[in-house]
């Protein structure tokens, strides 16, 4: 390189270093209320085309094409010399279920943890319903702030746990949101992230954040609490420059009352917890299989046998995560690393391979106990990171397109590797980037496919196992299990997992390459690539009972059976729906863009919107319902519709599944048709239509961009469920909680156009 070209290779560096910290210091602004989103507009900092404006040193692509500004748009993440698969990858966090006793009867029962965990009994009333009583009593005022309620869980009836004697807890988990524990570092040769730069839960109430995520094991059959407390700091700013400090958890997908979906605008704040009640719900209760006479719905009792729960057993749930929901704030908080996986365990899906009753599986997991073995069951959160040149996560909500990491995390671990034996493995695999839109296949050392089979999509067994070489492409949110035979090789082989979907901004993948292309380590797109390397080896210890060692020359019991559950039949659906989901700043049509606490007055644009059924485009506001559901056991046809060519959105529903139908005459791949999803790419200029029928609780949920960046800029909408049952506080629209750190007021939402039909 001439001197020349050296001088402005340096001042382009320095160009977008300065460019990156003063785009740092408006998301940092953002962060803490200084500013808000609506403020970026109107100063014109965010352009027509939903980009930061090129302008005021904000881009830096301002002045000069900086290659290396792929995908992230500021200098490549440090390395510090770390080579990919030189650190074991670690297994998700096992959490260990707290037996929980019951006390009195009736609504008053109690749900009452050991003595020694010194927590108060979960119940079916919020603790704030208590502060609101007792206003100045101290046992229930928050007892970090001296203000506020003790629970963020809103008070009163509407907000009580739905169902709670039939779904009594029977077990229950404290963890708690903190600052990330010292010495957490993502390679050893990173630096340690500093604490306020990375958020996670932590076991036990009031703890510190711990890496890697957590993972909970639950089985239908026994309800859950899952006690969060928020252990982050009081000082809003004390967040590393992104992140709020407020929470609300989401279980994506699991059938829960909405006051337990974590997306009901009920987000709480430091010194606070919230009680979820996960009530491993089989779909359908009400309609099918209502006398629990069917073994194949049912979960397992620990001691090889089986206890029936009603429901639909073609509904039964698997794969799960659970993640931050605040809304506004989702992609600063997940992405900081407020999320864990839950996987449910039922009849047929038991996570033992070697236990035959006829209802039971046998699918590749263990056998060392009864159920939920994951010595061969595996989960993979696969995510995008970037970090500054000190090596400390960041974060940059600009543009508006969506957030590209340049660092491959599985398990939040930079691309480790995993040491497994030559027999069949389950992998849950989990997109858990921000934005980014992933598509994996497995290669040999010799770079050759690797054949597996697919056999469930969104945590939904599909009704036979697919065959594959590549999967297809994979959004934000959705999961992905499949079986892989190691059989095929030897002691020493390797084998890795690689993404071959080539992105460079945040709206839409770029190309679809070939395994060769993306092994060939040219992409400009630093995720393109092996992400995990599978080393196969003689023996491994066991993960489900510790000091057994797992060989090799066991045999491999498990099975992939031709068969895996029954197909949901599509009938005539009691009524349609039509959503458009646009691109709306600019949009001639009139996008009528507000949101709730951010932008509160008059309308504004915002760079995404929807529409339902032809009515008025929208941006997310809680306190107005978009779409209602008069009541329970009403089968609909929805279809949702992409504005647009040049972008994708992963579109989640909450609380329920859709069954796949067709693709308005494009093509579907085997692993979508006719199958249960909760998330659906929409494909650029793509329309998905779906079968769905919303049961058991009501109250108010949403439906949104998974892309969260997206979904952050209000690309939500609120949807009102009623139950229909006379004289349940869901037989009435939902009043909207607006959460404070001196407690929660509720207002009257708005029933917009469309909404009801
Ligand atoms: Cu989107």
């Known amino acids: 390189m001439s001197y020349l070209s050296e ?8 160009e977008a270093q300065n460019a990156r910290n003063n785009r740092a210091e408006i998301v940092k602004a953002l962060s803490i209320g200084q500013i808000t989103r609506r403020d970026l507009y109107r100063w014109g900092l965010l352009s027509a085309g939903g980009v930061l404006a090129l302008k005021n040193g904000l881009s830096p692509f301002a002045s000069s094409a900086f290659a290396d500004g792929v995908p992230t748009g500021t200098p490549r ?44 009994p979960a119940k079916r009333l919020s603790y704030h319903t208590d502060f609101s009583a007792n206003p100045n009593d101290p046992q ?39 600052q990330i524990a010292p010495n957490t570092r993502f390679h050893p040769n990173f630096p340690a992230q500093a604490p306020n730069k990375v958020w996670t839960m932590g076991t036990g109430r009031f703890q510190q954040g711990t890496l890697p995520p957590f993972l909970i094991k639950g089985r239908y059959g026994e309800p859950i609490l899952t006690r969060i407390y928020n252990n982050l700091s009081l000082i809003r700013s004390d967040n590393g420059g992104f992140g709020r400090n407020e929470t609300q958890l989401h279980f994506h997908n699991a059938h829960n009352g909405a006051e337990s979906d974590g997306a009901a605008n009920t987000h709480h704040f430091p010194g606070t917890f919230y009680d979820y009640r996960w009530s491993t719900t089989l779909a359908r209760r009400d309609k099918i299989n209502t006398q629990a006479t069917d073994r194949r719905a049912s979960g397992p009792d620990g001691n090889g046998g089986l206890v029936n729960v009603a429901g639909d057993f073609r509904e039964l749930q698997g794969t799960m995560w659970a993640h931050d929901h605040r809304f506004f704030f989702t992609a600063e908080n997940v992405y900081k690393g407020n999320l864990g996986m839950v996987n449910y365990y039922s009849g047929p899906d038991r996570a033992n391979e070697q236990l035959s009753d006829g209802v039971n599986l046998r699918l590749p997991s263990g056998s060392l106990l009864d ?4 010595d061969f069951d595996v989960n993979l959160v696969v995510s995008d990171a970037a970090t500054d040149q000190n090596g400390q996560l960041f974060f940059d909500i600009f ?58 999509n969104d945590g939904n067994l599909v009704v036979s196992p697919i065959p594959l070489t590549v999967l297809d492409q994979q959004g ?42 993306a092994l ?34 066991e045999p491999d019991r498990s099975v992939v059976p031709a068969v895996l559950t029954e197909q949901i039949p599509i009938v005539t659906p009691v009524r349609t729906r039509s959503i458009l989901f646009a691109d709306g700043n600019g949009d001639s049509r009139g996008a009528n863009g507000q949101c709730i606490p951010d932008c509160p007055d008059t309308a504004r644009e915002f760079p995404w919107v929807i529409s339902v059924n032809g009515q008025a485009e929208h941006s997310m506001n809680a306190n107005r319902i978009q779409l209602e559901v008069p009541k329970a056991g009403d089968i609909e046809h929805w279809t949702l519709q992409n504005d647009g060519g040049g972008w994708d959105h992963p579109i989640h529903l909450h609380f329920e599944e859709g069954v796949t139908i067709d693709r308005g005459g494009s093509s579907i791949p085997a692993t ?46 609120r949807i009102q469920l009623l139950t229909g049952v006379a004289g349940s506080p869901q037989a009435a629209v939902t009043p909207t909680p607006n959460p404070s750190p001196d407690g929660v007021v509720f207002t009257t939402p708005e029933i917009l156009p469309g909404a009801i039909t």
């Open 672 to 717: 979508e048709r006719l199958v249960r999803k909760d998330v659906w790419r929409l494909r650029p200029d793509g329309r998905v239509t779906f079968q769905v029928q919303f049961g058991e609780y009501g109250g108010a949920y949403v439906s949104h961009c998974h892309n969260t960046v997206h979904e952050d800029f209000a690309m939500l909408m």
């Open 140 to 178: 229930f005022r928050n007892p970090i702030s001296g203000r506020g309620p003790i629970e963020g869980r809103p008070p009163g009836e509407v907000f009580a746990h739905q169902r709670w004697n039939e779904f009594f807890p029977k077990v229950g988990y404290v963890m708690s949101l903190g």
């Open 520 to 553: 060939a380590g040219t992409s400009q797109d630093p995720l393109v690539g092996p992400v995990l390397q599978f080393r196969i080896v003689s023996q491994v210890p066991s993960v489900d009972v510790p000091g057994v060692t797992r060989f090799a020359t």
């Open 399 to 456: 543009n508006t397109d969506g957030f590209l990491g340049d660092l491959p995390f599985v398990n939040f671990a930079y691309a480790p590797f995993f040491e497994v034996l030559p027999r069949k493995y389950r992998l849950r695999i989990l997109n858990a980037c921000m934005s980014r839109f992933l598509k994996l296949a497995l290669a040999d050392s010799s770079g050759r496919a690797v054949p597996f089979q697919f056999i469930a």
């Open 7 to 14: 001088k402005a290779s340096r001042i382009r560096q320095r």
């Open 476 to 517: 934000v949110a959705e999961r992905y299990d499949i079986v892989v035979d190691f059989s095929a090789f030897r002691v020493g082989d390797t084998v890795r997992l690689v993404n071959t979907l080539l992105q460079v901004d945040g709206r839409v993948p770029e190309a679809e390459l070939s395994l060769g292309q």
């Open 371 to 374: 159920w939920g073995n994951l």
């Open 77 to 120: 993440s440090p390395l510090f010399g770390a080579q990919k698969f030189t650190q074991p990858m670690p297994r998700l966090a096992l959490q260990t279920p707290i037996p929980l006793a019951q006390s009195g009867t009736g609504l008053n029962a109690l749900a009452n943890f050991p003595a020694a965990f010194g927590e108060r």
